[in-house]
């Protein structure tokens, strides 16, 4: 799945577009198909991974403007990949949005306590992820730009 991604991220765009690349990792192909399409329907290059480590891998090769994350995968889950992102000096400023199926406050506060920036449950409202993906990429062009404090 990541590889026509990756040949997706060549394909021209408009002149002045900032080109943003989203990871999502999710052990469900069905959720990463859902995630895919409704990014990429709005622009969006979505590379994929069904574990943990590939997550990372994908993350430090790729660089993306956003990490969308399931809790409950394989090699490593979704709450020690978002604090491996955030203490990484090179990626900690990279979103990272929780999907998950584990509704607790408990699960929320670790998830905040990792530093997830968002904490979303499944089943999940395509819609409302993209609007929460645009949110993330706002915020970070803006700080970027000088227009939001760290």
Known sequence: ???SSVQN??????????????VAADDDVDTLNV?????????????TARDGQEAMLVVRRHRP????????MPRLNGFQVAR??????TLKSIPVILLTARTQAADRRL???????????KPFDPQQLLDRVTYWL????AQAAGGIAD
């Open 111 to 121: 998830g905040m306590q990792v530093g997830a920036d968002e904490y979303l449950t």
């Open 35 to 47: 995630i895919k399409l409704k990014l990429e329907a709005h622009g969006l290059s979505v590379l």
């Open 1 to 3: 799945m990541a590889q």
């Open 84 to 89: 491996m992102i955030k203490f990484d000096k």
């Open 65 to 72: 403007s956003l990490v969308i994350l399931d809790i409950m």
């Open 138 to 141: 706002k915020f970070c062009q």
């Open 9 to 22: 991220m060549t394909e021209p765009r408009p002149e002045g577009t900032p080109h943003r690349v989203v």
